[in-house]
């Protein structure tokens, strides 16, 4: 299995613009997970999905964010308009069962100027 | 809510000496403590982890400790190498829910 795969790796944005982050979880996994990683912050899980079903968007900074997950191969993570404090480097993580055993992809840096 | 706490945020050793990171947590509920290496540039790894009814699991160097009367985990690495520079999290999840809370990170730092 390739694991979880993120596109893009690095993306270099304008304050304003409509940022996409996308993910591939592993084939089976029945939940993931999108965390976002600061130095401030640490790492902070913003939704997740179980089924392809939104169970938790409390983390979701504001409405700028959303996420979807329109089939079990396939999640996005949308910030529009996109500022610099969403400057971070975006995870998506899936496992088999809820809490057990995590892989994450190796995450989007998002930096807007 | 959960909260997690670790320390040091920062921890350097000989090659060969012994490493040892320490989390707290604050739920008496929570059951299942996971620990993750990062890399520079890559995404946290699951390393070893650990459920509430063992007190200690070992996987070669690596060994995680768990005491749930004083509700805190650590995770003991020996013989450290270079290679086991890297950035470690533990973690905990909110009881009764499926989100993982983790700790802010320890940079470990191995010098040959």
């Known amino acids: 299995d390739a694991g979880v795969i993120q596109s893009p790796r690095h993306e270099v944005t304008e304050m304003g613009q409509e940022v996409t982050l996308r993910c591939k979880p592993i084939?089976?996994?029945?939940?993931l997970f999108w965390y976002r990683q600061t130095m401030m912050r640490g790492l902070e899980l913003l939704i997740y999905f179980n089924n392809n079903v939104p169970i938790d968007d409390s983390g979701m900074p504001e409405d700028r964010f959303s996420a979807k997950m329109p089939n079990a191969s396939f999640s996005t993570l949308k910030i529009q308009p996109s500022e610099p404090r969403d400057s971070a480097v975006y995870f998506c993580?899936?496992?088999?069962?809820?809490?057990?055993?995590?892989?994450f992809g190796s995450g989007t840096r998002l930096t807007v100027v | 809510g959960e909260n997690v706490e670790q320390h040091p945020s920062t921890l350097s050793v000989q090659e060969g000496d012994s490493a040892v990171i320490k989390c707290t947590y604050s739920?008496?509920?929570?059951?299942?403590f996971p620990w993750y290496k990062q890399e520079l540039g890559k995404g946290p790894q699951l390393i070893i982890d650990?459920?509430?009814?063992?007190g200690e699991k070992k996987d070669q160097r690596i060994a995680v400790t768990l005491n749930k009367t004083a509700k805190h985990f650590s995770l003991h690495i020996t013989e450290t190498q270079p290679e086991d520079s890297a950035v470690y999290f533990c973690?905990?999840?909110?009881?009764?829910?499926?989100?993982?809370?983790f700790g802010t990170g320890t940079r470990l730092q191995v010098f040959p």
């Open positions: 973690a905990a999840p909110r009881a009764h829910t499926d989100k993982l809370i």
């Open positions: 993580a899936s496992s088999l069962d809820s809490v057990y055993g995590y892989t």
């Open positions: 739920d008496s509920a929570s059951n299942y």
């Open positions: 650990i459920r509430s009814n063992v």
């Open positions: 084939s089976g996994h029945d939940y």
